[in-house]
């Protein structure tokens, strides 16, 4: 079965910039996307087609792909950005969807 | 608005049968995939399948084939995931979300359906 692999946890001051990788053997040939999950809450979409951020995401959030590793980036973390982060993807003949191992991000 | 709303908690036993759905609206409900994401307690998300409400047509993660089933009535606009004998390890909380299918990602998502199985 496909996997995506990402760090368990990142921790990151207020203002700084947290970087999440994500790698997998597909993604040069498949897009990414990225989710945010809080507690008690549904997963949002944060970044999709690598590096497109829906309407009312806010701008710090970005992405960007390189090989086979794909980077969720938050610029100027603020406190609500503590929660679980996902990367997501399918296989080359999108008969198989596959979400990364998550990681948790801190605010310190 | 579009929106998916899901059905709501359920505590069941093992061996007893349960069909949880998501119903969609705000949207054209046949035109887009369904997909079905499973989240264990402190764990991560698995994607289990899709369903594409247009003809019902599926695609399984082999981890959950044959141990669940999705299908959808679009005369109604909900699709429905189903287990004919609930274990423990079905404990979960449940997400159905549309697919961007030409992007491959989720655009949005149910609120999920907490599923309890304990004897």
């Known amino acids: 079965s496909y996997e995506l692999t990402q760090p368990p946890s990142v921790s990151v001051s207020p203002g700084q910039t947290a970087k999440i990788t994500c790698s997998g053997d597909a993604l040069p040939k498949q897009y990414a996307s990225w989710y945010q999950q809080k507690p008690g809450q549904a997963p949002v979409v944060v970044i999709y087609k690598d590096n497109e951020r829906p309407s009312g995401i806010p701008e710090r959030f970005s992405g960007s792909s390189s090989g086979t590793t794909v980077t969720l980036t938050i610029s100027g973390v603020q406190a609500e950005d503590e929660a679980d982060y996902y990367c997501?993807?399918?296989?080359?003949?999108?008969?198989?969807?596959?979400f990364g191992t998550g990681t948790k991000v801190t605010v310190l | 608005e579009m929106q998916l709303v899901q059905s709501g908690a359920e505590v069941k036993k093992p061996g007893e049968s349960l069909k949880i759905s998501c119903e969609g609206s705000g949207y054209s409900f046949t035109n887009y995939w369904i997909a079905w994401v499973r989240q264990m307690p402190g764990k991560g998300l698995e994607w289990m399948g899709i369903i594409f409400p247009g003809d019902s047509k599926t695609k399984y993660n082999p981890s959950f084939q044959g141990q669940v089933t999705m299908s959808a009535d679009k005369s109604i606009s909900t699709a429905y995931l189903q287990w004919s004998s609930l274990k423990a390890s079905d404990t979960a909380m449940y997400y159905c979300?549309?697919?961007?299918?030409?992007?491959?990602?989720?655009?949005?998502w149910g609120q999920g359906s907490l599923v309890t199985v304990s004897s």
């Open positions: 997501q993807s399918a296989d080359s003949s999108v008969t198989y969807y596959v």
């Open positions: 979300a549309r697919v961007k299918s030409n992007y491959v990602y989720f655009d949005f």
